[in-house]
């Protein structure tokens, strides 16, 4: 081979490296520190950011009795954090599908060293409410089990664990 040929290929391969390296950077700072957050269009007009109307204050029931039977959406109100960082919080529950994980985006933030970015996904099917772990590192438990990526059903009462985080559905 010529010296050019050469030449070219130890140059090519130098920027295939770089191309690599800054790949690599890139999925890091993005798992670190998520996507950035755009502004809503009422935010963007207006330049004032328009709050969101707080929630009253409920009193804490006591924990509701375990049915054994699929979570409707008529059965489930909240998901209450029983324990870890956010410990005693309750999130009212809409029809809209909720993802749990440590980015930004997320419905349900939690800041944890054992909790992925898109950790999993809380859904509303036909039959009930379900969870579905979304191929996160250190996996999502229902009731002491590791979850594979498909949704699994979930009753009123059943632990589900996220890195530290454990909370369950009530009424």
């Known amino acids: 081979m010529s010296e050019l040929v050469l030449l070219l290929l130890r140059i090519g391969f130098l920027v295939l490296l770089w191309f690599f390296v800054f790949g690599v950077v890139y999925s890091l700072r993005a798992d670190l520190f998520g996507v950035k957050v755009r502004k809503l269009p009422a935010e963007a007009a207006s330049g004032i950011p328009v709050a969101a109307p707080a929630p009253a204050p409920a009193a804490r029931p006591a924990p509701a009795p375990r049915t054994g039977g699929p979570a409707t959406a008529s059965s ?7 324990s870890g960082p956010k410990a005693g919080l309750e999130l009212p529950l809409g029809t809209e599908p909720m993802t749990i994980g440590r980015s930004s985006e997320s419905g349900l933030v939690i800041r944890d060293d054992y909790t992925s970015s898109h950790h999993a996904r809380l859904l509303l099917r036909a039959d009930g409410w379900a969870i579905q772990d979304l191929d996160s590192t250190n996996g999502t438990y229902l009731t002491g089990k590791r979850l594979s990526g ?8 059943d632990t589900i664990k996220v890195g530290a985080t454990t909370f369950e559905l009530r009424a």
């Open 150 to 157: 498909s949704p699994v059903p979930i009753s009123i009462g």
């Open 76 to 82: 489930v109100s909240k998901l209450v954090i029983t």
